[in-house]
Nanobody
Framework: QVQLVESGGGLVQAGGSLRLSCTAS????????MGWFRQAPGKERDFVAA????????YYADSMKGRFTISRDNAKNTVYLQMDTLEPEDTAVYYC????????????????WGQGTQVTVSS
């Protein structure tokens, strides 16, 4: 059982930056593919970014390319999401998740989830 804990969310003005962190309890963290998803009120859970166990390759939703960067530090059992040039449309609860599936863009294939962290971007 992998426990994931997100942190780093908060309130930021449009154009600002935040870095989310997700720390895993499991020492086998380095064997998992990791993903970030987000869910706004009344909307579906959407793929944001994902990263393979070694750190490459990485994958992004089209609207996040060039603004968000996913990375990981396996020694710290932590995956990060650096979010730059934030827009009000990025407001959502952000979740990290772990999987060993080859399909990283669908939330259905992820086995473990964090509790989520709220990101609010004001205009």
């Amino acid at each position: 059982q992998v426990q994931l804990v997100e942190s780093g969310g908060g309130l930021v003005q449009a154009g600002g930056s935040l870095r989310l962190s997700c720390t895993a309890s499991e020492r086998t963290f380095s064997s998992y593919d990791m993903g970030w998803f987000r869910q706004a009120p009344g909307k579906e859970r959407d793929f944001v970014a994902a990263i393979r166990p070694s750190g490459t390759p990485t994958y992004y939703a089209d609207s996040m390319k060039g603004r968000f960067t996913i990375s990981r530090d396996n020694a710290k059992n932590t995956v990060y999401l650096q979010m730059d040039t934030l827009e009000p449309e990025d407001t959502a609860v952000y979740y990290c998740a772990a999987t060993r599936s080859s399909d990283l863009r669908s939330w259905m294939w992820y086995d473990y989830w964090g509790q989520g962290t709220q990101v609010t971007v004001s205009s």
